[in-house]
């Protein structure tokens, strides 16, 4: 399974019962123009470089997703901090759910998605996972 259909049935998931009416390729449409991607693909690392740069909380708190212990949770303020509102606004109309809600789903949704695709500070299956223990630099 590709990474963004992943994405985009752990986000579905992740809504209950508000996630009933969405179609899936409705949701990899808007997670590819939400998230970086490559060629498609969601870019797990350059997902990880906006939470890492220049700010040592969000590279602390990318860092919990990437080792092996507890994730430390997401709140929605920060990912629309991280993502822009204007970003998250769209992606909600889009896919005609409230802003509140789709924002709240992304939240639970990334760090889930990153810490099954991650082992010991290194992306899984990701030529470039190297990258995102090297943007984390010491905290490992």
């Given at each position: 399974m590709s990474l963004i259909n992943m994405a985009a049935q752990l986000f579905i998931s992740k809504l209950g019962s508000n996630g009933d009416q969405l179609n899936l390729g409705s949701?990899?449409?808007a997670l590819q123009n939400l998230l970086p991607t490559q060629n498609g693909e969601l870019d797990l690392s350059a997902l990880i470089?906006?939470?890492t740069n220049g700010n040592e909380g969000l590279a602390n708190l990318a860092s919990s997703w990437l080792s092996g212990g507890d994730n430390a949770a997401l709140s929605p303020s920060t990912l629309l901090d991280v993502l822009g509102n204007d970003r998250i606004a769209n992606f909600a109309n889009s896919?005609?759910?409230g802003q509140d809600t789709a924002t709240?789903?992304?939240?639970?949704?990334?760090p889930e998605l990153?810490?099954?695709?991650?082992?010991?500070g290194d992306l899984l299956g990701n030529a470039v996972g190297g990258l995102a223990k090297g943007l984390l630099g010491k905290l490992f």
């Open positions: 949701v990899v449409t470089a906006q939470f896919l005609e759910l709240s789903g992304l939240a639970q949704m990334l990153i810490d099954k695709n991650s082992e010991n």
